[in-house]
């Protein structure tokens, strides 16, 4: 039997009924609270290693070649198979673990990442450093086989559901790119506090994340010490490519389709009004040739085992890309699709108001727009500082 024949026929007898419906999909972590069927499809998934297809089966992983992965995402999007799994485990730190850890760093934390054990969040931001992230003042100094760390970091995304963050600390206040280190450690270790901050779309998926004297071993540390900048860095690559494939799943195309004729007729199995059809057929096709490009750039990524600048240009055009699907969904729905809370509206039109302005953050997180254009003019176009 094909590879293609047995994954058709292994997802046919495993992946449950509500799986192949649009959905949300989990994190992972202790925090989470599965459904039986959700449940069921991350251990099913996991136990074959296909939560992370590509990584190396002694880790969790698959151990999938690039053609094979490919295979099992065209079978999972043939039956509409939703990801069984997602997170910052999986796009950012596993990836950065595989290529900076030890032997002993990823026994440790890639099988966990890839069952869904362990949630992680991101330690990168501060009041005062976003964009210029090299002028983090978040503490770490040495002390005996531990490092003490003091300080704090913005905007981490989902830290009061993560049970593990990575984190960008300054072991040398001499050096700027040179005095960042990279660490990995519990948030429940002492000195660990967080604080929600609430959002523009209603949700609280922000937090302020505090360090006091929290005491991390040194064998926490991804790389040598000073070399966090470069691990950091490869991470956002991991992130921004990971941003960046937001745009274009057949499912959302679907539902896209769906609702236009929904809200709006349909006349021979096509959209009625032919300025909303034009505007979708677009969309579908530019979808259709970025998914293309994301997936040629995604399959050099693995031969040359790591992402390029060329994320920063993915990043840029595929949340331009969800920006544009939003907002027609919205125009679609007229007012319905303005609605916050309330029994006039449905919960697909509820979700659309909250998708529509949760995009407009993708053009700022993993670096805004701006500075992906500085990358793209300097990296790739070459033009002069
Ligand atoms: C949804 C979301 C999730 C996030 N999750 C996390 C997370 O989990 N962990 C984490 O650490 N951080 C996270 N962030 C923070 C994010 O990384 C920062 O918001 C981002 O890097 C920008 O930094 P800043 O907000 O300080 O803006 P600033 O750096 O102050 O920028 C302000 C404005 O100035 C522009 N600008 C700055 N420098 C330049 C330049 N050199 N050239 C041209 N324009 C420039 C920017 O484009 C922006 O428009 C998240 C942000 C969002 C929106």
């Not at 992946?15 to 419906?21: D, G, L, Y």
């Not at 108001?353 to 407009?360: D, E």
Request: charged share 25%.
């Amino acid at each position: 039997m094909s590879f293609r024949e047995e994954t058709r026929a292994w997802l046919e007898e495993n992946c449950p009924r509500q799986m192949r419906t649009p959905g949300s999909v989990t994190n992972g972590g202790r925090h989470a609270k599965l459904g039986e069927e959700q449940r069921a499809w991350l251990d099913r998934m996991a136990s074959k290693g296909w939560t992370a297809p590509t990584w190396p089966a002694e880790y969790g992983g698959g151990g999938l070649s690039v053609e094979d992965n490919q295979i099992l995402t065209e079978e999972m999007r043939r039956i509409n198979a939703r990801a069984p799994l997602a997170g910052h485990g999986l796009t950012m730190i596993g990836p950065a673990i595989l290529e900076f850890g030890t032997e002993e760093q990823c026994l440790e934390h890639l099988p966990k990442i890839a069952s869904g054990e362990v949630r992680w969040c991101q330690g990168y931001s501060e009041p005062g450093a976003g964009s210029d992230l090299a002028s983090l003042q978040c503490r770490a100094m040495a002390d005996g086989d531990d490092y003490i760390i003091n300080g704090s970091k913005i905007w981490t995304s989902g830290a009061d559901q993560a049970d593990w963050i990575f984190s960008l600390v300054r072991t040398d206040t001499a050096k700027k790119h040179e005095g960042i280190s990279f660490m990995v450690f519990d948030m429940t270790s002492e000195g660990v506090s967080i604080s929600p901050i609430e959002l523009i779309s209603g949700s609280s998926e922000f937090c302020q994340t505090f360090f006091d004297d929290v005491r991390v071993p040194k064998k926490q540390m991804i790389s040598t010490p000073g070399n966090g900048w470069t691990v950091g860095k490869r991470l956002l690559q991991y992130e921004r490519t990971s941003i960046g494939g937001i745009g274009g799943s057949n499912q959302k195309i679907t539902t896209i389709d769906e609702h236009a004729m929904n809200y709006l007729g349909a006349n021979n199995g096509k959209i009625s009004d032919p300025a909303i059809r034009d505007a979708v057929t677009s969309l579908r096709m530019d979808e259709h040739a970025y998914q293309l490009t994301t997936r040629r750039s995604a399959e050099e990524a693995i031969s040359s085992k790591a992402p390029t600048f060329m994320s920063s240009f993915f990043k840029v055009y595929g949340t331009e890309q969800n920006k544009e699907r939003t907002e027609l969904l919205v125009h679609i729905m007229g007012t319905n699709g303005l609605g916050w809370e309330g029994d006039g509206f449905n919960g697909g039109e509820l979700g659309a108001t909250r998708n529509w302005l949760r995009s407009k953050a993708n053009s700022i997180e993993g670096g805004t727009s701006e500075v992906m254009l500085n990358i793209i003019s300097k990296r790739i176009l070459g033009l002069p500082d």
